[in-house]
């Protein structure tokens, strides 16, 4: 009879226990930590808050539209972004107004800052290169904090474009490369038919066709006046002027320019604290923000088409922007 000797202990099993625990507990912590970040974005607002441009369905008294036919492509699709992308956006639509540069000129610009950084001002890049447009300060862009500043990388842009002859009647791609010199000329080309939806509603040919959601993270801060007249100034010129206390309003040189500053603001409400905006007897309000411009109470229809606008109670070409009072 063979004997196999004594029985022998099974292997323990804890090291391998311990380590599936561990690897659980982590996994846990991680979810817990998305799922917070998810709900506090939700409960903030923040998770959809986005800004758009609608690509049909011109709305009523869109006189504006009629300044120049056929320019947004007929198989153009509604074109989303976040409200801090459309502020920079409209930062870059203003400096060419305050130039007198033409609608080409911001196409060139937003498609190019759509490529470069995503219409988001970044502080870094390639090497040195930061900002809008991903500018560098040793090529002589200027400082690291200027190339920053949207009003003042986007001025920096169209001195560089305004300087190829002939800009306006180039393939965008060409334009755009002269300027930023990159190393992949052909990408612009795919933001070109966005770029220019967006440049119809910020350079006021089309009326009411930007809209923004607001988020509801900071509803008790008010909206400051200087801070609003400020930045009018800085980006649009010193032309545009803004009076009041709780509520600014802004002469419009015609429908198209009302447009313009409308979209500007709508663009610009959730950083800026701009709670009513009203133009051309249309209303915007950061309360009702998901239902776009709305016919202002007591209108009966928007003006006729190739109307000038009106700002909300037949104020007569002006934009009325009324800021959040804080709680």
């Known amino acids: 009879m063979l004997h196999s000797g004594p029985a022998r202990a099974p292997r323990t099993t804890r090291p ?10 982590v996994a846990c912590l991680a979810l817990l930590a998305v799922t917070a970040y998810v709900a506090v974005r939700i ?7 986005h800004c758009t441009v609608r690509a049909t369905g011109e709305p009523e008294g869109a006189g504006s539209a009629a300044d120049a036919p056929g320019r947004t492509p007929k198989d153009a699709h509604d074109y989303e972004l976040k409200p801090g992308q459309a502020a920079n956006a409209a930062t870059i639509a203003a400096v060419a107004s305050r130039r007198g540069l033409p609608e080409r000129a911001v196409t060139i610009a937003l498609a190019t800052a759509m490529q470069e950084s995503k219409l988001s001002n970044i502080g870094h890049g390639d090497r040195d290169s930061a900002g809008l447009f991903q500018q560098r300060p040793s090529q002589g862009w200027g ?34 490369q002269r300027v930023q010199r990159s190393g992949f000329p052909q990408a612009y080309a795919k933001h070109e038919a ?49 009076d009041g206390a709780g509520t600014l309003t802004v002469p419009a040189r015609g429908s198209r320019h009302g447009w313009e500053l409308a979209h500007w ?45 009106s700002g909300g109670r037949g104020s007569g070409g002006e934009v009325e922007l009324r800021l959040a009072p804080g709680h």
Not at 147 to 172: C, E, M, T, V
């Open 194 to 242: 966005n770029a220019t939806l967006l440049t119809s509603a910020l350079t006021g040919r089309r009326a009411a066709a930007l809209s923004c959601t607001t988020s509801t993270g900071n509803d008790r801060e008010p909206g400051d006046p200087a801070r609003v007249r400020k930045q009018l100034v800085r980006e649009f010129g010193r032309d545009v002027l803004a």
């Open 265 to 309: 603001a709508v663009a610009n409400a959730s950083g800026l604290r701009i709670e009513r905006i009203a133009y051309a007897g249309r209303v915007w309000s950061a309360g009702r923000s998901r239902d776009g411009w709305r016919v202002a109470a007591g209108d009966a229809k928007a003006p006729p088409e190739g109307a000038q606008g």
């Open 143 to 176: 400082t690291m904090r200027q190339i920053q500043d949207p009003a003042y990388s986007a001025a920096r842009f169209y001195d560089h474009l305004a300087k190829i002859p002939g800009y306006s009647r180039l393939p965008l791609t060409v334009a755009a």
């Open 16 to 25: 391998k226990r311990r380590g599936i625990l561990f690897r659980g507990a």
């Open 43 to 49: 409960l903030t607002g923040q998770e959809d808050a």
